[in-house]
């Protein structure tokens, strides 16, 4: 049987990014998106509150984040609390206009946005 392939949700992101040559990948049933070494994104679309566009970053991040994209919160699917990725919400009113802001700030380089992630461990035989 013929795998079926997920459309990229809010494939704009992937558009904005283009001169990065950003690799996607599925994960969690959403997309993670790579720039060089670093995982920047995940795009998630589904009915819930974490759907949206994922922001790798770390908690020291999030106050100055938070001055550019006030709407920014923790992602819920790992638990209660605070997490180090953030969400802006598919459902805010300005989410395109902030993730195209998002967007420029990877493209610029901006150290609060992405992780190196942890390499993956060898399957012992």
């Known amino acids: 049987m013929a795998k079926t392939v997920k459309k990229i949700p809010f494939d704009f992101v992937i ?4 001169r990065l040559e950003p690799v996607v990948k599925p994960m969690f ?10 995982i920047v994104l995940i795009l998630r679309d589904k009915d819930d509150q974490d759907s949206g566009v994922w922001i790798a970053t770390t908690v020291e991040h999030h106050e100055s984040l938070n001055k550019e994209f006030p709407n920014m919160h923790s992602i819920s699917v790992f638990g209660p609390g605070v997490s180090s990725w953030q969400v802006l919400s598919k459902e805010d009113m300005d989410f395109e206009e902030k993730v195209n802001l998002l967007c420029d700030l990877i493209l610029k380089g901006d150290p609060r946005i992405g992780k190196i992630p942890k390499p993956k461990k060898k399957k012992k035989i």
């Open 15 to 18: 558009e904005n990014l283009h």
């Open 29 to 38: 049933g959403a997309h993670a998106v790579y720039a060089g070494n670093k």
